[in-house]
């Protein structure tokens, strides 16, 4: 597994327990798509009283689904492309998943200091937020990239 690293080979997701608690969505590529991820994941939260995530989780979410959007959705011709939203919750851990199309793994360029780079920034804020975070295959096309937050309160 990979965390917190300058490169990134394949990193299998973490293995979950025995019965975590999951809920799935499928995101449109637009606007409505992102609001909605942000909703589902917040209500989704809420209902395992996990509120005190929620800012944490919704930042990672957006992060993720709007690199699979921007990164590794195919061209508007190929039809509507297959982004899907995962959280599961087990043994103390929320793991978030976004699995998309595309075959190229994600790209983390570690902190330049240069805190108004418009663009490259996500995948730092998900390394900042999340105790790991990595990707996985999924043949025979796509890839899942995920990340893990704790359950504990901030203190």
């Given at each position: 597994?990979?965390?917190?690293?300058?490169?990134?080979?394949?990193?299998?997701?973490?293995?979950?327990?025995?019965?975590?608690?999951?809920?799935?969505?499928?995101?449109?590529?637009?606007?409505?798509?992102?609001?909605?991820?942000?909703?589902?994941?917040?209500?989704?939260?809420?209902?395992?009283?996990?509120?005190?995530?929620?800012?944490?989780?919704?930042?990672?979410?957006?992060?993720?689904?709007?690199?699979?959007?921007?990164?590794?959705?195919?061209?508007?011709?190929?039809?509507?492309?297959?982004?899907?939203?995962?959280?599961?919750?087990?043994?103390?851990?929320?793991?978030?998943?976004?699995?998309?199309?595309?075959?190229?793994?994600?790209?983390?360029h570690p902190s330049d200091g240069s805190a108004l780079r418009e663009h490259g920034r996500g995948l730092c804020i998900v390394d900042a937020l999340a105790e790991e975070w990595g990707w996985t295959p999924r043949p025979?096309?796509?890839?899942?990239?995920?990340?893990?937050?704790?359950?504990?309160?901030?203190?």
């Amino acid at each position: 597994m990979t965390s917190r690293t300058g490169g990134l080979p394949y990193a299998g997701r973490p293995a979950l327990g025995r019965r975590p608690s999951a809920a799935a969505l499928r995101v449109a590529c637009n606007g409505e798509g992102f609001a909605r991820a942000r909703v589902f994941t917040r209500d989704t939260l809420r209902g395992w009283s996990l509120d005190h995530r929620g800012d944490d989780a919704v930042l990672v979410v957006t992060e993720l689904v709007s690199n699979a959007v921007t990164h590794a959705v195919p061209s508007p011709a190929a039809g509507a492309p297959e982004i899907r939203l995962g959280l599961a919750l087990d043994s103390g851990d929320l793991t978030l998943t976004v699995s998309d199309p595309g075959d190229d793994m994600p790209v983390f360029h570690p902190s330049d200091g240069s805190a108004l780079r418009e663009h490259g920034r996500g995948l730092c804020i998900v390394d900042a937020l999340a105790e790991e975070w990595g990707w996985t295959p999924r043949p025979p096309a796509g890839k899942t990239v995920w990340a893990t937050l704790s359950t504990l309160p901030l203190t």
